[in-house]
C-alpha cells in the first residue's frame, strides 16, 4: 500500500482526536526510523520519551519473542515468573517498597491517586481526600489523570472534571504552604513537567515541597512518566533534585514502547491495597514484563547514566550555540536527555519541516521545540540531527 493510501485510510476510519503528520513509518533502529518510502530519520523524540534504549533493541526484541513463545497472558489470578522478577527489580530500582502494574501512564496515576485516597481512610490521614497539583501538570487523560492535569485546554467539553483536586500555582512555595491542608492527602507533581514544554520547577522548590508534605502528614507522589529511567541521568529525576517520594508512577519507557505502566509505593502506603481493591486485566503482562526487563538490564550497566549526561551536554550545547545565532530562541532548559527550545512563535511547522528534512523532534505548548531521543544515542548521531535542525529553522530568524 502507498503511503498516502495509508494516510488515508487512518483518516477514514479512525477518530480525529491525532493530529498527524502525513509519514508513514515502518522500521526502527537504534535512533533512526525509516519510512514506507525507505527513507531514513533521525529520531529526537523517540516516540515521545519511549523509545528509551531505541527502536528495536535486539535485548527487547529477543526477550519479546521468547516470552510470546511461551506465555503471553495468563491473569493477575496466577503467579508469572517474569512479573515476579520485574517487580523486584522495579522496587529495588527506585524506592523500595511495593510495585502495582498497569499499562499506561494515565493508569498509573489513576491508581496512584485511588492509593492516596484510600490509605487517607485507612488511617494514614483520616478524613483527606485532596490532591493538589500544579499549574501546568499533565497527568493523563482519564477522568482521575485528567482532573489531576492542572492546564483547562484539556477539560474544555469534558467537564465536570472529578471533585478534590486543587491547583497550586507553578513554582510558589508560600501558595503550596497554604494548600497543603488536614484535607490534603496527596501531592501529586511531576519533576519537570514535560507536557507543558520542559518546565522547571525553580531551585529549591521540589525539596520544599517534600519539607511541606512531611510536615503536613501529606503523600509526596511523584510522577516519573516522562522523566525516569535515565531520561535526566539518574534512574529518577527525584534524585537529582534530592527528594525521596512515598509514591512514583512510572510508564512511557518502562517497556520500550509495549504498554507498561506502574506505580511504586513506600510499603505501608501500598498495605492501602489489598485484594479486590484495585486491578486490571492486562497490568502487567507477561510480555510486557519480559521487555521491561530487557529495558532495565540496559540502563543499569555500568556507565549507563554518565554517558545520558554526556550525550545531554552535546545536545544542549548545539542547541545553545544555534541559539545564540538566532533572534527567535528565547531559551534553552531541560535535564539530561530531556531538552527544550522555548522560540518566540508557534513551533508545529518548525517540527514539519524538520520531519521534511529527516528528523524527527517534538512541538509542544505552542512554542517549544522538545528533544527526547533514545539515550543509547550517539555523539554522531546529535550532530547530525543538529545540523538538520539548523536547515529547518526559519530564515528570518537568523541573527
Ligand atoms: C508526566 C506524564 N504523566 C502522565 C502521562 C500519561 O501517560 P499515558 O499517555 O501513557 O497515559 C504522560 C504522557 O505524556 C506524562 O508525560
Redesign the pocket.
Known sequence: MLSNDIVALTAKYQMRNYSRFPVVFVRGEGARLFDAEGREYLDLLGG??VAIIGHAHPAVSRAVALQVKNLVHVSNLFHVPVQSELGRIVSESTIGGRVFFCN??????EAAIKLARKWAADGGKRGAYEIVVAEGS????TYG?LSATAQPKYHVGFEPMLPGFRTVPFGDVAALEDALTESTCALLI?PIQ??SGVRMHPPGYLKEAERLCRQTGTLLMV?E???ALGRTGAMLASSRFGISPDVV?L??GLANGLPL?AVVAREDVAAAFGPGSHGSTFGGNPVCCAAAKAVFETIGAPGFCDEVLRMGDILREGLSEIASRRTDVRKIRGLGLMLAMEMEGETKEIAGRCLENGLVVGSVAGNVLRFLPPLTITAGEIRHGLAILRDSLPAGGRK
Open positions: 515521545i520519551a499506561s501512564g494515565t493508569e498509573a496515576n499533565f497527568h493523563g487523560r489523570g511531576e514535560g507536557e510522577d512518566i516522562q522523566t508512577t510508564a512511557k505502566g
